[in-house]
């Protein structure tokens, strides 16, 4: 059977002889598949082991994650697994093993272990201690020379972006291509870490230390034809992010960040004077509430940001936003909430109150005490997952592509200037009052049906 890499970078990365080489830089690269072959050149070494790390437990397991690939792969050659190990071996003994590094201590794990190939899916979500520690444990018995690879997808803000700059253009943030593939070589004193052009000068500045060699290699979905023949709306999926999600994951650029106008632009947002009515209309309230209030001259803190909108037709719309800088907003939740059900009951509308709440007994309580001033209504907390621009992801995305409106009001200008300062203003209250209801309203709408207007 003739199992072998995609002509081009796959190809490329399973190539290389550098100590440690890092592949990919954008989706759909083949970056797993690249890891899952590279330890099949050496499965008829009975002494030989891999271990490929991911981050967490639930990301090697995970449907469609590395363990389920595998599953696709090894088999073909013979390999046996033993899933309650997260391990395989192959005729000749060999073995490829996968694991985690949840936290930093668990790198520890792996005190005085022997490891002839090291495989990190995802670097950028390893922490340069976890790395390098295990770089000490690359070692070998069995004759294959320890060696280290890797996959990523681009972080302007991670260590693996400073790590490799050179093959980085740092005004475009995109690779620089020929420098694909190209060997630099390091010494590592301590947490310095020297780079030169080749082995004889990092041999000749640190003659008692063997450096390394390092590369880095490009690759995206162009590079990936077996996945675009298998999935072609996968590029359409990688367009319709947001901004700088995808110029991360569709070009592989290494510089760009959240920035204002780049998470939310004011120029995305139509501004109408009515907003539709029918029979797919769900609005929701949220509630972003702030822990403190405004006490003395120079307070700046977060105002609590009641956001309501509406989704009808495939269209979210803005509907009103409240905020209020003071502890104790209890009477304006239950008006506002009130004012809302009677109105959305007369239109026919469902409505729904969200607020965020904490994790632990006590944000179940105020979560408790908090629906307990709306009886009768859908209202609750929800927990939030990931940081405020993972929330807002679907939002901008949906606002890029024109399908976010905002009814003209008073507060239209204030919610436009709030909203394209992200995430660089001084407040993300409205933001996250914003992203709260749209998240919201996407797992309870129900499909677009005719629409008339009120």
């Known amino acids: 059977m003739n199992i072998r890499p995609q002509p081009g970078p796959q190809e490329t990365f399973l190539g290389t002889s550098a100590d440690i080489a890092i592949y990919g830089g954008a989706a759909g690269g083949g970056k797993t598949w690249a890891l899952l072959l590279e330890p099949l050149r050496h499965i008829g070494n009975p002494r030989f082991g891999a271990v490929i790390f991911r981050r967490t437990y639930r990301q090697v397991t995970q449907e469609g994650g590395m363990w389920d690939e595998s599953t696709n792969l090894y088999p073909l050659v013979r390999g046996v ?19 985690h590094l949840q936290h930093n201590k668990n790198r520890y794990d792996w005190q005085g272990a022997q490891i002839p190939l090291i495989e990190f899916d995802e670097l950028t979500h390893f922490s340069s201690t976890q790395f390098w520690y295990l770089i000490s444990r690359n070692r070998s018995m069995c004759g294959v020379k320890p060696y280290t690879r890797a996959t990523t997808n681009p972080d302007a803000d991670s260590w693996v972006a400073g790590f490799i700059k050179w093959w980085i253009d740092q005004e475009t943030g995109l690779p620089i291509m020929d420098r694909s593939g190209v060997l630099r070589w390091l010494v590592r ?15 000749r500045a640190f003659p008692r230390i063997l450096p390394k060699s390092v590369t880095f290699i490009p690759a995206n979905l162009t590079d990936n034809p077996a996945l675009l023949s298998a999935d072609p709306s996968y590029l359409a999926t990688l367009m319709s992010l947001p901004l700088v999600e995808r110029e991360r ?3 592989g650029n290494w510089r760009i960040r959240p920035s204002a106008g780049k998470v939310f632009n004011r120029a995305w947002f139509e501004v109408v004077e009515a907003v539709p009515v029918g029979p797919d209309a769900v609005e929701c309230r949220f509630w972003d509430f702030a822990a403190t209030e405004k006490k003395t001259q120079g307070d700046d803190p977060d105002f609590t940001a009641a956001v309501l909108m509406r989704y009808v037709g495939g269209v979210w719309y803005v509907l009103d936003v409240q905020t209020f800088r003071k502890t104790n907003t209890d009477p304006e939740f239950v008006n506002l909430s009130r004012q809302d059900q009677q109105r959305t009951r007369r239109q026919g509308i469902t409505y729904l109150v969200r607020w965020e709440t904490e994790g632990g007994s006590s944000g179940k309580k105020e979560s408790r005490r908090l629906a307990g001033l709306l009886p009768g209504m859908d209202a609750r907390g929800v927990r939030p997952r990931g940081d405020k621009i993972q929330r807002a992801r679907g939002l901008s995305a949906q606002s890029e592509a024109g399908n976010v409106k905002l ?12 909203m394209h300062a992200v995430p660089d203003g001084a407040h993300d209250d409205i933001m996250d009052g914003s992203s709260g209801a749209f998240n919201a309203l996407r797992s309870q709408y129900k499909k677009p049906g005719a629409s008339q207007y009120a």
């Open 407 to 418: 009814l003209e009001a008073l507060w239209t200008e204030q919610w436009l200037d709030h």
């Open 249 to 251: 994951l569709l070009n």
């Open 189 to 203: 004193v301590g947490q310095d870490i020297h780079w030169f052009g080749s082995r004889r000068e990092a041999r």
């Open 81 to 99: 697994d033993k899933e309650s190990t997260l391990e395989w071996t192959f005729p000749k003994g060999s073995r490829v093993r996968f694991a």
